[in-house]
């Protein structure tokens, strides 16, 4: 097993029935690559370019194994997988390993929305006379659909619909991580309902869902003629409309799969409670930029971020355990 940059990934101890050796170089560069590869069986990895001649036979005669620990890079452009097929070298793509970081996102974005928590830090903050809990209660209530005007739904109240392709295990890691919270997770399939409920048809995830969140997953959310517009975008007032009145809508998903005049609309009329939006369109051709930036947006229960959710720092040692997690598969079959 060797460890090419192992600055940057620390391997954990590792334990295992058969005798296995482990070479660990702090760094390399293709200057010494073809040295560090050479006895390599399994080679952990997080930037350094694997291309078609450090992959030869002639270079890396025994190896049989690929853990590619890249949170950002395309492994397509750092390995060359033509010649992993043809060796039959497998490889183990982690160029995602940040994705825990968008699920975080969903759920930090979640929680402010669900207690209002910016209106609520605006208005107290030019407000001068908030003194009595029922002054400050009426922040936190927004109107539910059957009961009138109520304080944010608990968690395990909630019923998250799930929307998009699940492209690097996001989908399973905000589900499990929903779950924990108490809430009843769906997903959203043009294939209808599953016997088990585990998953829904989009008209009715829109429909009896009090979160949605729409993933970003790989830039194409599906879109049923049932349910894409003439503008273009998949989710328009139709369906914001047939939310109910408590729920949120997340979006992550790249190339504006929400209309967002249709999204600011319904913010307005309060025909949902609140929305978050990770990829905000600057070229809107409706109003010249996009209607849920600028002071038409103020007061509601909106959150802007620009395309930031997968972007946080992992420590050295959390792309080590990633590792060791594939590499304890592979061994195991």
């Known amino acids: 097993i060797v460890v090419l940059e192992a600055d940057l990934i620390r391997m954990p101890d590792l334990k295992y029935p058969s005798t296995f050796g482990l070479i660990e170089w702090p760094s390399t560069t293709s200057s010494n690559i073809e040295v560090h590869i050479k006895e390599a069986t399994v080679v952990v990895a997080k930037s350094v370019e694997l291309n078609a001649n450090v992959l030869s036979e002639k270079v890396s005669p025994h190896l049989k194994l690929i853990i590619y620990c890249a949170d950002k890079q395309d492994t397509a452009a750092s390995i060359d997988l033509d010649t992993c097929r043809r060796r039959r070298i497998s490889v183990a793509d982690w160029r995602k390993a940040c994705a825990n970081l968008e699920c975080e996102h969903i759920m930090a974005m979640y929680f402010a929305l669900r207690r209002r928590l910016l209106p609520t830090h605006t208005t107290v903050q030019n407000a001068s006379a908030l003194t009595d809990f029922r002054g400050i209660s009426i922040l936190l209530k927004s109107t539910s659909r059957d009961y009138g005007p109520v304080f944010p739904i608990s968690c395990s109240g909630e019923t998250m619909g799930i929307i998009g392709h699940d492209d690097a295990g996001e989908v399973l ?109 600057r070229d809107s051709e409706l109003v010249g930029e996009s209607p849920l930036i600028g002071k038409a947006s103020e007061g509601l229960n909106l959150i802007t971020t620009p395309n930031v959710s997968r972007l946080g720092f992992l420590p050295p040692g959390s792309f080590g355990w990633l590792a060791k997690g594939v590499l304890e598969d592979w061994i195991n079959g």
């Open 173 to 281: 890691t905000l589900t499990k991580l929903a779950r924990s919270l108490g809430m009843r997770v769906i997903r959203g399939s043009p294939k209808g309902i599953k016997s088990d409920g585990s998953s829904t048809t989009f008209k009715e995830l829109f429909k009896t869902c009090t979160v949605v969140v729409v993933m970003r997953g790989d830039g194409e959310v599906p879109h049923p003629e049932a349910w894409t517009n003439n503008s273009g975008n998949t989710i328009g007032l139709k369906e914001l409309r047939s939310m109910p009145k408590e729920a949120i809508l997340i979006s992550l998903a790249i190339g504006g799969p929400v209309n967002e005049k249709a999204l600011f609309d319904a913010l307005r009329n309060k025909w949902i409670n609140g929305a978050a939006v990770d990829d905000i369109k």
